[in-house]
């Protein structure tokens, strides 16, 4: 049972992890990032949408209180502007460097914990946060010489970090007595309406033939085979495993991407993006350390 366990989060990380070259595959096939992400989000919505109405648990997301569905849309749009932003960076940054700033969103909700729920930072896991932020710099440093990657590109994946940690926070304060498979189509249906307003500004309704094979394992692939199951292993290991195993994404992302496209990291950049990585494991060993205290 431990091994099946380990089997389904190994396959859930690589699931997520090649979102970032089935991106990149899409756009050099022609499609606008935000029309790689609405088809993602359509289909992934398309997917859930039977399953949740029989179940009965869309109608009782739809007949929650006005304050919890508008946290939920709120969420929905956040998570739009994540996808937009985020997919927009990896037309400048390469798929390790993008991946990489985009996983630092736990150190975002933090900072936004602080500020609007007046929940600072633990302690024990400033160290990581301070590591983590040494990394995105250096990365940063080395785009604005020119010579290694994209400061465009990083900005943009930092967005789209700081977005989806407002989208965790929205779900957080929206999803407390919402179910799980409803509240996800809910959103995911936001999501794509979001995106399909964004596209006559942002790139036009782009999409050609070949782009939908990218956009169809991102689909099913990540959003569902990825996402979706992390959710679901939520249920039977704990969220500290599915975050320690969220923080390989980077990895197995420029391991796609080099299988894939052949395409290179610079050394330089490596070595920011695993300075990243490492602050991130730090930050998060730091949470878990601080919850035990505070559950003795």
Not at 163 to 182: D, E, Q, T, V, Y
């Amino acid at each position: 049972m431990k091994m099946n366990k380990a089997l389904l989060v190994f396959l859930a990380v690589m699931g997520v992890s090649i979102s970032g070259p089935m991106v990149k595959w899409s756009l050099s096939c022609g499609a606008s990032p935000v029309m790689i992400a609405f088809g993602r989000m359509v289909i992934s919505a398309c997917v859930l949408l039977v399953p949740a109405l029989r179940s009965g648990e869309l109608q009782q997301v739809l007949r929650a209180p006005k304050k919890q569905l508008g946290l939920a849309a709120f969420a929905g749009l956040l998570l739009a502007l994540h996808y937009t932003s985020w997919m927009t960076s990896l037309s400048f940054a390469s798929t390790f460097v993008s991946t990489a700033l985009v996983c630092t969103q736990p150190l975002f909700v933090a900072a936004l914990s602080g500020v609007l729920l007046h929940e600072p930072i633990k302690r024990e896991a400033i160290p990581g946060a301070i590591v983590a932020i040494i990394g995105a710099a250096l990365i940063a440093l080395l785009s604005m010489s020119g010579e290694h990657g994209s400061l465009l590109g990083d900005v943009l994946a930092l967005l789209g970090a700081v977005f989806m940690a407002g989208h965790w926070l929205s779900s957080r304060a929206s999803r407390k007595s919402l179910p799980a498979l409803g509240y996800m189509t809910f959103v995911y249906i936001v999501t794509a309406v979001c995106l399909l307003c964004f596209s006559p500004f942002l790139g036009g309704f782009k999409v050609t033939m070949p782009s939908m094979g990218g956009i169809l394992v991102l689909a099913f692939a990540c959003t569902l085979g990825g996402h979706a199951l992390m959710t679901y292993l939520l249920g039977y290991v704990s969220a500290d495993v599915v975050s320690f195993a969220l923080l390989g994404e980077p990895i197995g992302a420029a391991i796609w991407a080099l299988l894939l496209f052949h395409e290179p990291v610079t050394l330089p950049l490596l070595i920011g993006g695993l300075t990243v990585i490492a602050g991130l494991a730090m930050y998060t060993w730091g949470e878990m350390k601080a919850e035990k205290k505070a559950g003795k």
